[in-house]
């Protein structure tokens, strides 16, 4: 069985931000970074609290999500293993700017701003990481707010293959979308109501381009979906 240090230096490499840094520049974090797990469904952080810390995942999955002023959930983003999570507040002392929450049971890697800072500030390429990161997000999050100006089924077809790109798994028989979502959560994502979700995917699944399998989608024509996709008549 591995050491403690030796786990947390496998979880530290296991993500981008860090994965080109020396040993001895990721030292300091070793005996200050903790492991911490939450159970399906806890909040992990809420918006508007203060961000002391960021996470990188070590397991599970978490939604970060906000809400809007009538009450709706609004989904970002889903993270997994390796993934940071909380970076902004970190950067800028200031407050989350989302809400985050296990999907499923979930070990994360905390890592609090006064650790974190100076092996930032002392390495220049890992600086050069979160801000790939950080533009990276952004882009993501441009993409949901353009793309929820479309009809409902290119919307559904445009969030699907963001999904499939972040967690997509290719098979002999197309590509898995490697997430297990209630209808509502990917409604949320998609900007379309819960009903509507279910109706979108049946007309996907007569389209051939996607197949439900246990809970999982599984994206079996690529191609046809992304006509889907840029098809702005629909």
């Excluded at 997994?80 to 407050?95: H, K």
């Excluded at 490697?178 to 409604?187: A, N, P």
Aim: proline fraction near 3%; aromatic fraction near 2%; hydrophobic fraction near 45%.
């Amino acid at each position: 069985m591995s050491k403690p240090d030796d786990r947390l230096l496998t979880l530290l490499r296991s993500c981008a931000l860090f994965a080109n840094l020396s040993d001895k520049a990721l030292a300091p974090l070793l005996g200050r970074a903790a492991v911490r797990k939450f159970a399906k469904g806890v909040v992990i952080y809420r918006r508007g609290e203060p961000g002391s810390s960021l996470m990188i995942i070590a397991s599970g999955r978490i939604k970060i999500a906000n809400v809007s002023p009538e009450g709706k959930e609004v989904v970002l983003n889903f993270l997994r293993a390796g993934d940071v999570s909380g970076e902004i507040a970190v950067l800028d002392e200031g407050e989350r700017t989302a809400d985050a929450v296990a999907l499923e049971p979930t070990e994360a890697l905390v890592i609090s701003s006064r650790d974190l800072l100076p092996v930032l500030t002392a390495n220049p390429e890992a600086l050069l990481s979160i801000t790939r990161l950080l533009c990276e997000k952004l882009r993501a999050a441009s993409a949901i707010v353009e793309d929820n100006t479309l009809e409902m089924r290119s919307r559904a077809a445009k969030g699907l293959l963001r999904l499939a790109q972040r967690h997509g798994k290719v098979g002999n028989d197309g590509i898995l979308v490697d997430l297990v979502l209630s209808q509502q959560d990917l409604g949320n994502y998609l900007g379309i109501s819960r009903e509507n979700v279910s109706r979108q995917l049946r007309q996907l699944r007569f389209a051939n381009v996607i197949r439900v399998d246990e809970g999982h989608i599984i994206i079996t024509d690529k191609i046809g979906l992304g006509e889907i996709a840029e098809d702005v008549a629909n």
